[in-house]
């Protein structure tokens, strides 16, 4: 088995805070896809990343998680690009780096 984890900004990249409705579906896509999933929201965590000329982007992020048989990096591709248009990001980090 195989831990995935995808992470999450609560906001948009100019601040506006993500409809719940986008993280709702997403658990129901991934419930559906693999029979589980398991999301922590409670308290946010604190992502941060280098950007171009050592600037720093900051963003509270939630984490889902999915065990898996077997890796399909072409469906985590295709997801992952779902996703960044959905939560109109320039970049998710790639689920399957984070196993």
């Not at 409809?19 to 999301?39: D, N």
């Not at 939630?62 to 898996?68: A, L, N, S, W």
Request: charged share 30%; with cysteine; proline share 6%.
């Amino acid at each position: 088995m195989h831990l995935i984890e995808i992470f999450f900004p609560l906001n948009t990249n100019d601040g506006t805070p993500q409809p719940v409705e986008l993280f709702r579906h997403v658990r129901e896509q991934l419930a559906e896809q693999f029979g589980g999933v398991t999301a922590f929201t409670r308290n946010p965590a604190k992502g941060i990343s280098l950007q171009k000329d050592n600037e720093r982007a900051e963003d509270d992020i939630i984490v889902y998680e999915v065990m898996v048989e077997a890796v399909d990096r072409l469906w985590w591709q295709s997801f992952k690009r779902d996703l960044e248009g959905r939560f109109q990001q320039e970049e998710i980090p790639d689920p399957c780096d984070s196993r």
